[in-house]
Structures are given as structure tokens and as C-alpha cells.
């Protein structure tokens, strides 16, 4: 399955390049806006497939509305370090399913935490799904946190990363996206795992003025977006790629959880 994946997102992707980084964008719901639009991002604004990223400092979240409005895929909160769950993982990741709402779920690494407890906490608390979005590894220093605020080096850091991507990849069956901001790419994943798919944060620019060289599936162009259906302010985010690339990843998320119907309805005979 991950094998299919890979095939499709990598050619939708491939295709988004091709066609000038984005593909043919058109307007999306004029309710989709920006508490604090920035020039630099303004045509993020416009692209065909709009999403966001939640967690429980949304509060609660009108999914329906949130449909609606436009949005199509969320990247939801779901576990920190390796005893963190979001309180709001589990009502955000089956009420987004429930409003039609693609949805994969994302760990945020704690760097004082081995990676094995982090991955085996990620494992027993997210739902291997068959038609969620592959599972996000948040990747970002901390020097705000209280508790873990140092950096760790490049070399224990990218070891780090590799134990959890696997234990994702097994987990879920989908070889998983890297979150990262320009800080993190520039110091640990400059030349890293170009077999990855990447979400990059870049709220100030297009992402190929903050990380060059380096090709993306997922963009979240800002903090301060406003979503109807969403408390307050949230990130919102654009996938790299025309209405037909992504028809073609729902299309193999649908065909995945039939195919796991089909393999439940065998086996429970």
C-alpha cells in the first residue's frame, strides 16, 4: 500500500512542478481569509486545494462549517514527546472524517525523550485508518519550551527522526510528511530525506525563498488564518498540486479503505 502511495503522490506532485510549482490555481470561498495578510503570500490565497492544521488550542471545532467553507484536508494534533496526547485528537480526527474532511495526524517531537517511547506513544494512540492522509512528523527546536529548550546535534537529531519515521511507516502503511520551519530545515535537513514528501512552514515568502533546492507536497502560508467554523485564529495551508492531483490521493485513499473493508469482511468469515 505505502509502495502505491508513493506512486501516486509522487506523480501528483511531479506534475504540480511541472506545471509552474502549483498547478492552475483558481479563487477558493471567499470566507477562507487572514487576520493579518502578507504580500508574500497572497497567492497561496488562490490555489484550488486549501487546508489546515489543528490542535486543542482551536477549541471546538464545527467541522461541517469548516467543509463548507472550503477547506479539504486537516493535519491534526495528536501526540507530543512520548505521554502527550491532545485533548482534542480524538473528537477533532472522527468529527473531521464525519464532514468529509481529509485528515492526517501529526506527532511534535520532544527532543529529551528517546525516539522509541516517542514512536510507541504515536503507535498506541493514532488509528492506522487506511483513508487518512499519511501520518506528519512535527520537526522544530524549542527554545521557548520550559522543559527541553536545547538543541540536540545533527547527527543524534537526524538518528532521532529516522526511528520515528519508520515506526510511523509500519504503523500506518503510508511513508510519513515532514513538518519543519526554515530554522530546523537549515540546520538538520538541508540534503536529508529527499525521499520524503515535505510540509514546510513559510509565512513571509514562497517556500523556494526559504528552502531552496527543496521540493514540497503541503504549504502553510499563515498563523492568522480565519476559517469559519474554527474559533480564533488557525494555520491554513495549500497543497502543491491542480484539482486533479488531489482527486488522484483521494481516489487512492478510498480505494485503500475498501481494499481494508474487503481484507476484515475475509477475515471475520
Known sequence: ?????????????????????????????????????????KRAHTMPVQGIDVSYWQGDIDWNRVRQAGIEFAFI?????????????RQNWYAAKRAGVARGAYHFIYWCRYASEQADWFVRN?????????????????????TCPKKVSRELALKKIKIILDAMERHTGKRPIIYTDP???????????????????????????????RKWAFWQFTATGHVPGVPGKCDRNIYNGSR??????????????????QVSRTASR
Do not use: C
Not at 126 to 143: G, K, S, T, Y
Open 1 to 41: 500500500m505505502s509502495s502505491a502511495y508513493r506512486q501516486v503522490i509522487s506523480f501528483a506532485v511531479a506534475v504540480a512542478v511541472a506545471a509552474g510549482a502549483f498547478g492552475s490555481g483558481t479563487a477558493v470561498a471567499r470566507s477562507l481569509k487572514d487576520h493579518k495578510p502578507h504580500a508574500g503570500v
Open 77 to 89: 494534533k495528536a501526540t507530543e514527546g512520548g505521554d502527550h496526547l491532545d485533548p482534542k485528537f
Open 126 to 146: 493514532v488509528p492506522a485508518d487506511p483513508d487518512a492522509l499519511p501520518p506528519v512528523l512535527d520537526l522544530e527546536w524549542h527554545p521557548d519550551s520550559k
Open 183 to 213: 530554522r530546523f530545515h537549515k540546520d538538520i535537513l538541508e540534503g536529508q530525506f529527499e525521499d520524503y514528501h515535505f510540509w514546510l512552514r513559510s509565512v513571509a515568502a514562497e517556500p523556494h525563498k526559504r528552502y531552496p533546492g
Open 244 to 261: 486533479a492531483d488531489w482527486n488522484l490521493v483521494l481516489r487512492w485513499l478510498e480505494a485503500s479503505s475498501q481494499q481494508a473493508g
